[in-house]
């Protein structure tokens, strides 16, 4: 995933701390988190819509999934399992 340097990221910092003060204010639920996504995708497509900007949002999505996945959600599986075992006992006679 390109990573996007410090000074185009502390512009939107703001932003994205009102938005997270606001979700936890008020107990998210997934279907508010899906809305906020697909909002903010579409308000960007909107300024300007061609095949172009719909790949790069479809690509700046995706690629956001498996950022969030390898380095939220799999620590967090790794962490799971060392603490509670393994779903998929090792076969003790392979």
Request: include cysteine; charged fraction near 35%.
């Amino acid at each position: 995933m390109p990573y996007t340097k410090q000074e185009r990221r502390r512009p939107l910092e703001p932003a994205i701390y009102e938005i997270t003060e606001t979700l936890d204010a008020m107990d998210w639920q997934t279907g508010d988190l899906t809305f906020l996504f697909y909002a903010l995708a579409k308000k960007v497509s909107d300024k300007k819509l061609s095949y172009d900007t719909l790949s790069r949002i479809r690509a700046a999505l995706q690629d956001a999934h498996d950022e969030f996945y390898r380095r939220v959600c799999v620590p967090y599986e790794d962490k799971k399992i060392e603490e509670n075992g393994d779903v998929y006992a090792e076969e003790e006679n392979s």
